[in-house]
């Protein structure tokens, strides 16, 4: 049966989970953000627009895991056909809702997005004799980098939970102290990315949906901003600076 078919979910030792009073300083983990009914929408677009690397090429990444295949996209800041903003009306509202939510759970006067792509990870058969693996994604910041520097803030939905493996950990540094939370259809996990390194544990069978969006509190991003949720308006204020006749 397709995951986008199937009933989402199955795990639930994931449920009932709480974060302590001083790591809501800087984590959110909220149960049933979004219905199992978006959930399936999500997941049908991944199926439908996600390709393999999801838009980084084939090798998706130092930090990525050889061993499994990842499909994905970009939920692209020009949006090319009338078709694909009607479809991705629901990607942009929950887009929205995480975006709020996070300023609100944060404290923060304003919050831009920065990127957001919907993605799916799988495992391929380990050669013979490999040495099992520990992480899907090893340990990163989401923030270190040339291009991803002004990213504060990051969020995290599950999609679906019908599967082994693949949970979000962090830390606060490599010395700890340590969280680990498992999937559940619906939840949402946010968090500064200024001051959290994290990882995905080895999704040992199934495929592991989810919807990544990385926010930023810098001002510069409000263009990026608009691109993703007003193009129409980017277009605008863009044809506004071309210089006449060129
Ligand atoms: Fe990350």
């Known amino acids: 049966m397709n995951t986008s078919e199937s009933a989402l979910s199955g795990n639930a030792a994931a449920q009932n989970l709480e974060l302590s009073p001083s790591e809501l300083e800087y984590r959110l983990l909220m149960d049933n953000f979004i219905t199992p009914e978006e959930c399936r929408e999500l997941i049908a677009l991944a199926d439908k627009y996600g390709t393999v690397g999801g838009g980084y090429g084939e090798k998706v990444g130092q930090s990525n895991s050889d061993n499994e295949v990842y ?18 009306e629901v990607a942009l509202r929950i887009l929205n809702r995480v975006r709020k939510q996070l300023m609100k759970h944060f404290g923060l006067p304003f919050l831009w997005i920065d990127h957001a792509e919907i993605l799916s990870r799988e495992p391929t058969q380990p050669q013979e004799g490999a040495p099992p693996e520990d992480l899907s994604m090893d340990w990163h910041m989401d923030n270190h980098g ?7 803030h990051t969020g995290i939905l599950y999609l679906n939970d019908d599967y082994e493996g693949g949970h979000t950990c962090m830390k606060e540094a490599d010395w700890g102290p340590f969280r680990e939370l498992p999937p559940a259809t619906g939840r949402l996990i946010g968090f500064n990315a200024v001051e959290t390194p994290h990882a995905v544990t080895k999704v040992t069978s199934g495929k592991r949906y989810t919807m990544i969006m990385w926010f930023s509190n810098h001002w510069t991003n409000v263009r990026r901003h608009i691109k993703v949720f007003n193009p129409k308006l980017a277009n605008a204020l863009g044809a506004l600076k071309r210089p006449a006749g060129r």
Request: aromatic content about 16%; overall charge positive.
């Open 71 to 88: 499909i994905g996209y970009f939920l692209k800041e020009s949006q090319p056909t009338e078709e694909f903003r009607k479809e991705h």
């Open 146 to 152: 040339p291009l991803i520097w002004r990213r504060t």
